[in-house]
């Protein structure tokens, strides 16, 4: 099975900040990566698909890179409403899909 | 409007059976695969198994194999979940999610509490 290696697993950033998040895939999964938010008692929205493709509707400072083993998220001008928990899954091979371990973001 | 309404909190002892339902309405309920999701109080997501509609082709993340059974009534578009020995380490909020064309979870349900306990 593909496992992905998320970090960090929490971060603080002050508001206007620029913060990255990396997950690392156990294998190459070329770009079938997607990463999605969580706010607190809330289901999951997807955010970016296909590494680096933005979801219609989520605010353009989110953007996502990547291909093979390395991917990061990287929300630009950090907002007081970015507060949530962000998870990376790789869907190279139906069923073993699998999450990063989350990466909680608080503001400072 | 696509829409995933998955039932109620439940609240079960070690050892019972149960089934949890996820609705799906305003697309073509055959011709998608939906997906359950696990997530542990305070915990990070885990991937369950997912199955087409269409045919009921269910497929299982190895680390769910042979825990739990996931199955389709197409005539009412519902997908459920099922357990038939509950463990306490069961304790957690259960989302079912639709994949999209594109690969990604695009429409998910509000998920379904499960509490295990003696």
């Known amino acids: 099975d593909v496992q992905m290696t998320q970090s960090p697993s929490s971060l603080s950033a002050s508001v206007g900040d620029s913060v990255t998040i990396t997950c690392q895939a156990s294998q190459d999964i070329s770009t079938y990566l997607n990463w999605y938010q969580q706010k607190p008692g809330k289901a999951p929205q997807i955010l970016i698909y296909d590494a680096s493709n933005l979801e219609t509707g989520v605010p353009s400072r989110f953007s996502g890179s990547g291909s093979g083993t390395h991917f990061t998220l990287t929300i630009s001008n950090l907002q007081p409403e970015d507060i949530a928990t962000y998870s990376c899954q790789q869907y190279d091979n139906l069923p073993s899909w699998t999450f990063g371990q989350g990466t909680k973001v608080e503001i400072k | 409007e696509v829409q995933l309404v998955q039932s109620g909190p439940e609240v079960k002892k070690p050892g019972e059976s149960l089934k949890i339902s996820c609705k799906g309405s305003?697309?073509?309920?055959?011709?998608?695969?939906i997906g359950w999701v696990r997530q542990m109080p305070g915990k990070g997501l885990e991937w369950m198994g997912v199955?087409?509609?269409?045919?009921?082709?269910?497929r299982y993340s190895p680390s769910f194999q042979g825990q739990v059974i996931i199955s389709v009534d197409k005539s009412i578009s519902v997908v459920y979940l099922q357990w038939s020995s509950l463990k306490a380490s069961d304790t957690a909020r259960y989302y079912c999610?639709?994949?999209?064309?594109?690969?990604?979870?695009?429409?998910w349900g509000q998920g379904t509490l499960v509490t295990v306990s003696s």
């Open positions: 199955i087409f509609p269409g045919d009921s082709d269910a």
């Open positions: 305003g697309y073509n309920f055959d011709t998608y695969w």
């Open positions: 999610a639709r994949r999209s064309r594109w690969g990604y979870l695009g429409y």
